[in-house]
C-alpha cells in the first residue's frame, strides 16, 4: 500500500533521495493560494517523522503561488530552513546544477 504524499526511495540502489507529492497535492489546490499552511505543516510532520532532512523541490514559479503562505516560510518555521529546503524550477536555466548542488550537500551531511 503507499504511503501518504507518494512518499518513497526514488530507486531500489539508493538510500538517500525520496520522493513525494508537493505540499498539499491536489488538482483543486492549483490556483493562487490553494494550500493552506495547515497542508505544509503537516507535510512536514510526515516528512520529519520518516526521516526526511532536506528537501529539494522541483516548484515552479507560477505553482509557489498556490500557497496561502510563502512556502519557503512555511517550511522554514517547521524545520526546513534555507540549508534544508532547496527550490529549482526544472524549466529554469542552473536547474541542474541548483539540484546536483543540493544533492551533494545532502550527502556531505
Given at each position: 500500500?503507499?504511503?501518504?504524499?507518494?512518499?518513497?526511495?526514488?530507486?531500489?540502489?539508493?538510500?538517500?533521495?525520496y520522493?513525494?507529492?508537493?505540499?498539499?497535492?491536489?488538482?483543486?489546490?492549483?490556483?493562487?493560494g490553494?494550500?493552506?499552511?495547515?497542508?505544509?505543516?503537516?507535510?512536514?510532520?510526515?516528512?520529519?517523522?520518516?526521516?526526511?532532512?532536506?528537501?529539494?523541490?522541483?516548484?515552479?514559479?507560477?505553482?509557489?503561488?498556490?500557497?496561502?503562505?510563502?512556502?519557503?516560510?512555511?517550511?522554514?518555521?517547521?524545520?526546513?530552513?534555507?540549508?534544508?529546503?532547496?527550490?529549482?524550477?526544472?524549466?529554469?536555466?542552473?536547474?541542474?546544477e541548483?539540484?546536483?548542488?543540493?544533492?551533494?550537500?545532502?550527502?556531505?551531511?
Amino acid at each position: 500500500m503507499p504511503l501518504p504524499h507518494n512518499f518513497a526511495r526514488v530507486s531500489g540502489r539508493d538510500e538517500l533521495v525520496y520522493g513525494s507529492s508537493r505540499p498539499g497535492y491536489s488538482k483543486d489546490n492549483e490556483k493562487p493560494g490553494a494550500v493552506t499552511t495547515e497542508e505544509v505543516v503537516l507535510w512536514c510532520q510526515f516528512m520529519q517523522e520518516n526521516g526526511v532532512r532536506r528537501i529539494l523541490s522541483l516548484l515552479g514559479d507560477d505553482e509557489v503561488e498556490w500557497y496561502a503562505e510563502p512556502i519557503a516560510d512555511s517550511l522554514a518555521a517547521h524545520g526546513f530552513d534555507g540549508n534544508h529546503y532547496t527550490r529549482a524550477g526544472v524549466f529554469v536555466d542552473g536547474a541542474v546544477e541548483v539540484m546536483l548542488d543540493a544533492f551533494k550537500r545532502a550527502d556531505a551531511a
